[in-house]
């Protein structure tokens, strides 16, 4: 049973002013000193100034990995992920060949001559990343990728994607850890011998 | 201490400059013209300081929701976001015009038209400070009355000549709503009048020079009526049945768009603060500061200097210059009339968008109960209580009517209480 006529309706709009002052520097100074909860306070990230801190798992659309130098990328051109994406965003041509129809090798492996993502069919997915043996191509964070053409800007080919393994520490340190310690383990028993690099590297038994 | 006679008093400062200009143009002028002049003069201030009110409680309204729903508001378009009625403007002048087909295209033009004209022709009447009116009838109040009720034909010309389900059940709702409200509404305001004796409202704002109508037994339930009243005639939440989103699109406008829409929405802001004015002027003094003397405001500031302790130092600083300044400048002037009833109206206009920041939309029932299972029986309670505080002296009259309002209001609470529901039995239920 309430004391008065519009107990209620007082005490929520005395709950709405509370936010209202509450938003205001002053207003929360002076809600401390009457010794009032201070309220929520102010919400709005203001965007294009200020930008919310994501968590290290938010992702976006993949990018390749390449270890070094970019003409030393862990991509081998073996298409599963071509296969696998389920919107076919992925497109490669590849692995280079010789004159005899075999695949051409640097730094001990095959490589793509082509390698385009279509970030406007590309949903995000994930798919790519786990199928990869190689772990060649993970998801990257950028989001800010708005542009006026559907066909140029927004299909990437292989000099947009190709990112360093540092970029890929930087913005996922976790992520990249577990990555590192996996590659690290395939590599062959004598990891300090030059001729190591010539290998190719061995896909994962699993 | 040479000031032109213009500037001599800010409390007169705009009668004073028209008066010059008026002077300065009867040098030439004849004199039927330069009464003409005079009636231009004003006419151009209304007209051109209704629009730019209109303008700027859109934004206040962005604003003030904005902060209770802590977010910022507009804070795009210039410092603060004050740039973005005009963006709004811009933006309204360059959409489509659309007629639905099978509308009555003449009505549907002047529909908006007719709802604007008397929210306009309301500042006509409206007390802005001394000497600040525009016209000061004899029958003020009935005026507003009688002005303010054309709103609700535009608002059903709007509906009807929409040809739309969604416009026509809109504005029979708030057709239905204005009729209603308007009952209390008036009825509250007799009140007033009978308390005065006039009708004219600078007599009503002189009458309230000793105390405000709003801090007697009466004036506080007439004042509460009356500004509910005007919010639900506005058609404003938790009034806002006519144009009920979720209902209804958007009610008695749902067909309108472009520049016509933005008459709606002039039509309904400038009535909104007509309302807020006229509650000032009927019930909070008008354009008088509060009828207490300055050493009583200094009391007040007791509190503040004994607390003050505990704020940190830059607020100190600024608050004692705040309150010396205002000291100084009330001493050597007393703040203007007009400042003081801006100041009002506008407390009001917050108070208005603040219960539309916290109070969900009456039902259609609740709405048209409280007008006439509440505020109708308690309005005429209130004009004997009215009576009885004007006969019998200071104290009686005051404890006497207060009880009668205070007991009248709690068994109409208890009448309309709505019967207790049977608690309901599952019989399946185990």
Redesign the interface.
């Known amino acids: 049973m309430s004391l008065f006529i519009g107990q209620g309706v007082l005490k929520g709009m005395l709950l709405t002013l509370r936010e209202f002052i509450g938003t205001y520097p002053a207003g929360r100074v002076l809600l401390r000193m009457l010794g009032r909860p201070v309220g929520s306070g102010l919400f709005t990230v203001s965007y294009p100034e200020q930008k919310q801190q994501h968590s290290e798992r938010f992702r976006y659309f993949p990018f390749l990995v390449y270890d070094g130098t970019p003409e030393n990328l862990r991509c081998v051109s073996c298409k599963i992920c071509e296969q696998e994406c389920p919107p076919q965003c992925i497109h490669i041509v590849g692995p280079e060949k010789d004159a005899q129809g075999r695949p051409l090798k640097k730094n001990g492996r095959t490589y793509p001559v082509e390698f385009d993502i279509d970030t406007s069919i590309c949903m995000s997915c994930r798919i790519c990343v786990d199928v990869c043996p190689f772990d060649a191509i993970e998801m990257d964070n950028q989001y800010e990728l708005s542009s006026t053409g559907r066909f140029n800007e927004m299909l990437f080919d292989k000099e947009k994607l190709l990112k360093s393994n540092e970029y890929f520490q930087k913005i996922k340190p976790t992520e990249a850890k577990t990555v590192d310690q996996r590659l690290a383990a395939k590599k062959p028993k004598a990891p300090e011998a030059p001729a190591a690099a010539a290998q190719p590297p061995q896909p994962p038994s699993a | 201490m040479s000031l032109p006679p213009v500037l001599a008093s800010h409390d007169q400062l705009f009668v004073n400059a028209k008066r010059a200009l008026l002077e300065f143009l009867s040098r030439w002028l004849p004199d039927w013209a330069v009464i003409g002049v005079s009636m231009l003069v004003t006419i151009g201030a209304i007209a051109a300081v209704a629009p730019a009110i209109m303008m700027y409680l859109t934004w206040l309204e962005r604003k003030?929701i904005a902060?209770?729903?802590?977010?910022?508001g507009p804070?795009r378009v210039g410092v603060y976001g004050l740039m973005q009625p005009l963006a709004d403007g811009l933006k309204m002048l360059n959409k489509e015009d659309i007629v639905p087909r099978g509308a009555d295209a003449l009505l549907h033009i002047a529909a908006p038209i007719l709802s604007v004209v008397p929210a306009i022709l309301l500042f006509a009447i409206m007390p802005f400070g001394r000497n600040m009116i525009a016209a000061d009838l004899n029958v003020g109040l009935l005026y507003l009355f009688a002005v303010s009720s054309v709103g609700s034909y535009a608002i059903f010309m709007g509906g009807w000549a929409s040809r739309s389900k969604f416009s026509f059940l809109g504005a029979m709702r708030s057709v239905a709503q204005i009729i209603s409200y308007e009952v209390p509404g008036v009825l509250s305001a007799v009140a007033v009048i009978m308390v005065t004796g006039t009708l004219s409202l600078v007599g009503i704002v002189e009458a309230q020079e000793s105390r405000w109508f709003a801090f007697t037994p009466w004036g506080f339930v007439a004042c509460l009526m009356f500004f509910l009243s005007g919010v639900a005639e506005v058609n404003r939440t938790p009034f806002d049945m006519p144009e009920a989103e979720s209902e209804l699109v958007g009610g008695f406008h749902t067909e309108y768009s472009g520049m016509k829409f933005a008459l709606w929405y002039m039509a309904e802001f400038l009535e909104s603060f007509a309302v807020c004015a006229f509650t000032v002027t009927l019930f909070f003094g008008g354009w008088q500061g509060p009828p207490v003397p300055f050493w009583t405001l200094g009391l007040l500031l007791i509190p503040v200097v004994v607390?003050a302790g505990?704020?940190?130092v830059p607020?100190r600083a600024v608050g004692a210059a705040a309150v010396l300044g205002a000291t100084v400048l009330w001493g050597v002037q007393p703040i203007p009339s007009w400042i003081w009833f801006l100041t009002k109206t506008y407390v009001l206009v917050f108070v208005l968008v603040?219960?539309r920041?916290?109070?969900p939309r009456l039902r259609v029932d609740q709405l048209m109960g409280l007008a006439w299972k509440f505020f109708l029986p308690l309005a005429l309670v209130n004009i004997f209580a009215a009576g009885i505080w004007m006969w019998f002296p200071f104290p009686v009259g005051t404890a006497a009517s207060a009880l009668l309002l205070l007991v009248s209001?709690?068994l109409l609470?208890r009448v309309n209480a709505p019967a207790p529901m049977h608690p309901r039995t599952y019989i399946l239920a185990d």
Request: aromatic share 20%; hydrophobic share 50%.
């Open positions: 003030i902060r209770i729903q802590n977010r910022f804070d607390t505990r704020l940190p607020a603040w219960f920041g916290t109070l209001a709690w609470v």
